[in-house]
């Protein structure tokens, strides 16, 4: 397999080996990114017939037909994993990360490219497997995405609970091999592929940010794999991990002795690091953007990196918040819910640098900034729900409410996506060789900020108010009942914001094919991948490998010639 | 750009704390002992991350007003931050954050550290597909034993919990439908679920807890305004979940006693 | 193959390590199936041994011992720190289900 | 790979030393370790947990499962260490006694298997069970009585020992990747025939192994 550097030179021929089963990472990269965008359209047209029941639950949709309350569960299931694992862990990670990662420390490849590609197919396999379950007998499971047993362990517990969810089960695991695989590749690539000079305190946030995301991904989808394993055996071969003695219906089912909190516990050691690795790569991106289109350099780089080292050190450490209600020891709530403040410190560190390096900056509105600006807002409104939720007496009262849905979306669907629509709009030029139209790009952007603000804004007073979260309909409890306008109000919200991201994909298309051309640093950045051509060659920089001189985020250096010092240029005296 | 985006941030920041401040849509009254240390910590909770929303947000679209790029904008200050700031900030989110958390946990503790206070009202809670049944031990003070074996969800009350009619202990049990319970007495529940995991979620009580089966989980509570406050299931648990619901019934001490002789000669 | 770490490569520490591992192994065995001593006693000698097995492997079969000490430490801490909380938060519950749990 | 193998033959000064002075293959191989260790260790915590939450925890191994598990402890152990000398061996170059102490990890790893699978079928005759399966017919001793009040106990046991088998198994066919490279589909096809005659048709194994196989085979 070590084949030396010469063959690496020419990109291989037919189109197979080129396209499909490309060992290159910025083919894999690409690939990735349109699995993602596979997925959020089919999360998002979820999400659009669960608004639309949640308000009109007897209407009988074209094509769809009326929609049942089973249904709605089985769209909020299939919503809510396809949402965090196939968009949220793909496009950040596996997409911009595995595009960008090696051109930004200058490395002509990951480390193991063959490893690569077969985690992208494993990851498609899985996504093809979850897709699946909507069209077995029963339907797609309604055990929701956080999967709790008894109900995601007993197919008789309700429909959708067969062959649905041994395919939803199947498919997480799946999912989990391919991303154990990933964050392997990516941890080793950054530590044994760097350019001379790229040190790691000169490594680009974004780098950070995924290397750092790679190292939760390795230690938590494990466990998540072993917990699947253990809920297929329940499902399966009538073990009982997650399942005591329970009666569904009247009949007594053969389980007994398990518990349904040991998979909680699994599953959240997992899930909370989880939602992390969605989070940390638009953290990444946010900051690299701000840098340069505020033309500073970013504030505190070192506080930044040990802010996103210590997130994911205390990550590991909070996956209980989401259990105060659980029935778990109430002495164990004390600990995660000190440690869960603890982890909005790092949070807070990060949001004062953002706001510290656009201060006294020349801020150039491109679209990514646009996105990033975006994306610092959303977290903090998203983020401050956090501190309500990380106390177990105030979650007494939040707790799968829509206050918790509010909390989540604004931070992670859509923070985190506005960190993926900020990637897209950066890096696109080098990506594709062509400009994204910037009208449409801003267009979108206002749109979908106002948007999404005023889908998910709301849900926050409603959860105030008691409304519990996963019920298909509202007419049925009578103080919710009133509640049932302010939802009307998100579901048309939702229909305008759904709407506008068409402009964003019709955009994307149509600058695939017609843009104008790119040029080699279209933004006048300092990281590497600006130094090569557009797209770079199939080794990245055309046989040589690059020296690194300078830090990442090298703006309005006194005594510079341009404004910006990109990471190769030539050493300066006197300067960094 | 720049004003236009200051314009939106602001006005969502606003548009927004004004829903919050004006209380448009808020947590219902409180009617349970323990809901003013709650709201007062939601309260408390709520003005400091008011603050910093505000701050946070109106600062980001004032900064992206101001500094937008102008040909007459100063050269940038050429700076890797500032360290002090750093620990500035460091120190005081920590305090912060500590401390409310320390504030908030009295309560916490008070009700799930100690038991039910002596004299507490006994009620056992038991979730199933959908619909929750209470039972009360009557004047043995003694919940008779259950048999999974003996559950008939379709046949309701007492068939659907599988009680044990042979046990002694069990004959004077009630079980109802709906919860009554006199006001001003702790109410020392058990929870207890016989197929998925249900939440026994009343908000104007400011209580939630988890229903798990095979555990049988003893939570209290003390209601203080007489009233009838609905039950919603706050735990997905399947095609039924939204209509999961019941109501709680807090009567003076002298109704209920009226209402549980009533049942219990029901049952003879 | 070879990378900078210098390392004593003489052959005879594994045979060492490998008779020690089988004793311990015995070792482990008769007290198990002797019962010698009381039950939580029992557990707590029989990790302790495998804890030094593993580390035997580890360091010795696996190489670890002869790797960087940033990576040694590294990698033992992060899986190490992710058992050592597994344990503050799981097991309690599970004690719990022997006090809560429907009889 | 070529910038794997870069690294890994030293191109000089192409790139910044490697964090943990190892190459990009062995870098790898740790992080595999890490992560698999935790998936193992998520099971063993699942294990534990189970024990703890249960006041009696059946003990019904006799006499003949421990001196089993002891040989089989002690195979792999040995595994191990010709392991080791295997890659003495490559660093020597020596190609033949490489390739010799793959064989022998590999017959040791075998041996874990066919031991591993000779217990399990001893047990499950017992009448040692996962409630999913059929009763073992006319078993009544002491496991079948364990698998009926402790359905935890069968559970964990074929949960995390199977785990464990195929954790082996696949390291025993990777191992012979790297032994023999183009050789090794002829001589697993062999071991298939093999297992297709010795294993007896009422064994669990032989669903797996070699009933599915003819199965597939003769449907054709
Ligand atoms: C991208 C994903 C993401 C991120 C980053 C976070 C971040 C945080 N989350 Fe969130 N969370 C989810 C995704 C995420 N969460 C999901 C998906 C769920 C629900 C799962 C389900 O049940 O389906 C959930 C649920 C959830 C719960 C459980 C609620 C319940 O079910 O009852 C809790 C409780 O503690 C919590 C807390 C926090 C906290 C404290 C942070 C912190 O990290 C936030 C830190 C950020 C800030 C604090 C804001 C910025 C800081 C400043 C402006 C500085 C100044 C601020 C102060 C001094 C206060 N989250
Ligand atoms: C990333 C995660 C994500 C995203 C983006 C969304 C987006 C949306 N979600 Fe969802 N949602 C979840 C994750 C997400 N959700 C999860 C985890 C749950 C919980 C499930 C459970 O309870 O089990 C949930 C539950 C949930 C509920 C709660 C239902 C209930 O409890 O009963 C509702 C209700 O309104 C809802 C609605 C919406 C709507 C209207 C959108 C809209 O915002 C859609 C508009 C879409 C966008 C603004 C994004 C467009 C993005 C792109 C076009 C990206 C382009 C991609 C590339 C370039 C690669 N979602
Ligand atoms: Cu019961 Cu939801
Ligand atoms: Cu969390």
Redesign the pocket.
Known sequence: MATPATVHAHAPQGFIRKYIFSLDHKVIGIQY?FL??TA?FV??FL?LL??IHMIWPAYSLPLVGEIKPEQYLSL??M??TI??FF??TT?PQG?FGNYVLPIQIGAPDMAFPVLNMLSFWTTFVGFVVILAAFFVTGGAPLH???GYPPLSALSSAGPGEQLGADLWITSIAIFCVASLMGALNFITTTLDLRAKGMTMMRMPLTVWSWFITAILGLLAFGVLLSAGILLLLDRNLGTSFYVPLVVVNGVVMGHKGGSPLLWQHLFWFFGHPEVYIAILPGMGVASQILSTFSRKPIFGYKAMVYAMLSIGFFGFMVWGHHMFMSGMSPYSAFAFSILTMCIGVPSAIKTFNWLGTMWKGHLRFHTPMLYAIGFVSLFVSGGLSGPFLAQPVLDIQLHDTYFV?GH??LI???A??FG??AA?HYWFPKMFGRMMNETWGKVHFFI?LAG?YA?FMPMHYLGMAGQT???SQFTEVAYQTKLIPLQTF?TYA?FI??AA?FI?VINLFWSLFKGPKASDNPWEATTLEWTTTTPPPHDNFGGVTPVVNHGPYEYGVPGAAKDYVMQTDPPMSGAH | MGLALMVLIWLITLISTYFFVAKTWWLPAGAAAAAQWIDGQFALTFVLMGIIFLAAQLGLGYIVWRYREQPTSPPVTYSHGNTKLEVIWTALTLVLFIGLNLMGSRVWASQRFEPAETGAVQVEVTGMQFAWYFRYPGPDGKYGTTNPKLMDPSAGGEAAIGMNMADAAAKDDIVTGTMYVPVNREVDLSLRAVDVIHSFFVPALRFKQDAVPGLNIHMHFKPIVIGEYEIACAELCGLGHYKMHGVVHVVSQEDFDKWLAAREAEKQ | MHDAATHDDSKGQYFWVWGALLVLTAVEVVLAYRQVFEAVRMLEVLLFLSVIKSALIIGYFMHLKFERALMRWLLVLSVTACFVIMYFFFFPDADRILKLGVK | MSDAAAVEHGMPGAYEAPLFGAYSKKVGMWLFLASDSLTFGALLVAFSYNRISMQAWPTPFGRDSITNATIMTACLLSSSLTMVLGVFASQRGDRAWTRYWLLATMIFGTAFIVLHGMEWSKLIGEGLTLPGFPKTAGASGEFAAVSQAVPQFPATFFGLTAMHMLHVTIGVIYLGVVAFRKWFLPILGVIYVAGYFLIPADNVFHYGFTRWGSRCWFRR
Do not use: D, E, P
Request: proline fraction near 0%; aromatic fraction near 14%.
């Open positions: 990114f993602a965008l959020v999360g998002m999400s669960m608004r909020l299931t919503h809510g949402m965090v968009v949220l496009a997409g929701g995405w956080t849905v989540f979306h992670m669907g859509v985190a996506i993926i629509f897209t979908t999404t889908i979260r996963r019920y998100m939702a914001t759904i991201q964003f």
